[in-house]
T-cell receptor, first 113, second 111 residues
Framework: GDSVTQMEGPVTLSEEAFLTINCTYT??????LFWYVQYPGEGLQLLLK?????DKGSNKGFEATYRKETTSFHLEKGSVQVSDSAVYFC????????????FGQGTRLTINP | KAGVTQTPRYLIKTRGQQVTLSCSPI?????VSWYQQTPGQGLQFLFE?????QRNKGNFPGRFSGRQFSNSRSEMNVSTLELGDSALYLC???WGQGEAFFGQGTRLTVV
């Protein structure tokens, strides 16, 4: 079946460091890919998405590029802030939208001042 | 615009009991999906309802059921609760083919 694999956490960085969280997927066809973020005590918020190969999603300084040849969707940010501390989830959907998401296990990110 | 509202936020139940969780989607959204989040299994899809019909179903036992009303509000029910059902249950709504917006979840503890 379809699956998503994220890099193991937790990840701890200093403020202004460069961030990469790796995400690879296994799926038939052409899934849409997403990154969601979960802050403590909250639900999930969509951070960015890409719906076809070579698309780049971006939001709030975060970026990820849909790489079909490597089945990857790695999340990057050039300079992290303390407020970026959260759990990040990579996900895929075979629907046009995101009604049936398959999630990775999540990566907890902590940014120290 | 009000977000997705889930009630109650916290719930404690005893093994063997049943529980009903509620989700009010964003106005105009016709699709409601439910997910279970646990430390061991992560986020897993339970089911999706669109216009009162179950459109997708995850791999959960029949003790987990749901329904959607004509105003798009949705409920999920878990019967004969087990300790392993302790989890954060998240609801997400969308207009049909667009972005899913998540509620804050209901944290269910089974004792």
């Amino acid at each position: 079946g379809d699956s998503v694999t994220q890099m193991e956490g937790p990840v701890t960085l200093s403020e202004e460091a460069f961030l990469t969280i790796n995400c690879t997927y296994t799926a038939t066809g052409y899934p849409s890919l997403f990154w969601y973020v979960q802050y403590p005590g909250e639900g999930l918020q969509l951070l960015l998405k890409a719906t076809k190969a070579d698309d780049k999603g971006s939001n709030k300084g975060f970026e990820a590029t849909y790489r079909k040849e490597t089945t990857s969707f790695h999340l990057e940010k050039g300079s992290v802030q303390v407020s970026d501390s959260a759990v990040y989830f990579c996900a895929l959907s075979k629907d046009q939208g995101a009604q049936k998401l398959v999630f990775g296990q999540g990566t907890r990110l902590t940014i120290n001042p | 615009k009000a977000g997705v509202t889930q009630t109650p936020r916290y719930l404690i139940k005893t093994r063997g009991q049943q529980v009903t969780l509620s989700c009010s989607p964003i106005s105009g959204h016709r699709s409601v999906s439910w997910y279970q989040q646990t430390p061991g299994q992560g986020l897993q899809f339970l089911f999706e309802y669109f216009s009162e019909t179950q459109r997708n179903k995850g791999n959960f036992p029949g003790r987990f059921s749901g329904r959607q009303f004509s105003n798009s509000r949705s409920e999920m029910n878990v019967s004969t609760l087990e300790l392993g059902d302790s989890a954060l249950y998240l609801c997400a709504s969308s207009w049909g083919q667009g972005e899913a917006f998540f509620g804050q979840g209901t944290r269910l503890t089974v004792v």
